[in-house]
């Protein structure tokens, strides 16, 4: 069950209050106004927890958030020119399918992250995420996604536990 604190979403909304206004510039009061409803709505669909990053552990977070960037960025990469040349071939070779991708996050901003991961992957879209946090993937190549998918997942999220949990 999640611990509500309303020191969290005060939190939450005052730094997307601050960084809305820093992207636009403006600092008219109808600005403040809509860049604080829209900091209210992020917190509402986010709903933040009252866990807190300890300067300890802050290290090992942001080592943790660079390494999956750049995962990430490599498998976005690697997976683009996999479809290119799956589209650019005369034959199309492509098998679609549905495959069904466990995951064991335990908050639901971890299952949206790794749902993320997986939907800016080219060749795969999360098309429904279960109640038990297992993600029904929709993939161009069935049998190449499902034969990298266990392994893809394990990485994917013991670097997301190591930066949020």
């Known amino acids: 069950m999640r611990n509500v604190n309303l020191l969290a979403y005060l939190r939450l909304i ?3 209050l601050v960084l809305y206004l820093a992207v636009t510039a403006n600092l008219e009061l109808s600005n403040i106004v809509v860049g604080a409803l829209l900091g209210l709505f992020i917190a509402l669909v986010v709903r933040p927890t009252s866990e807190t990053l300890t300067l300890a552990r802050l290290p090992n977070a942001l080592f943790n958030l660079v390494k999956y960037t750049l995962w990430l960025s490599v498998d976005i990469l690697r997976n683009g020119i996999r479809v290119a040349r799956i589209v650019l071939d005369p034959k199309l070779p492509i098998k679609p399918g549905i ?3 466990k995951s064991e996050m335990s908050t639901e901003l971890g299952i949206a992250l790794n749902a993320h991961a997986i939907t800016v992957t080219p060749g795969e879209q999360v098309v429904e995420i279960g109640d038990d946090g297992t993600l029904y993937t929709h993939c161009l190549d069935v049998e190449a996604s499902a034969a990298g998918a266990a392994e893809a997942q394990r ?3 013991a670097m997301l536990k190591a930066i949020f949990e």
């Open 14 to 16: 005052a730094l997307c």
């Open 99 to 101: 495959i069904a991708i």
């Open 155 to 157: 990485t994917r999220q």
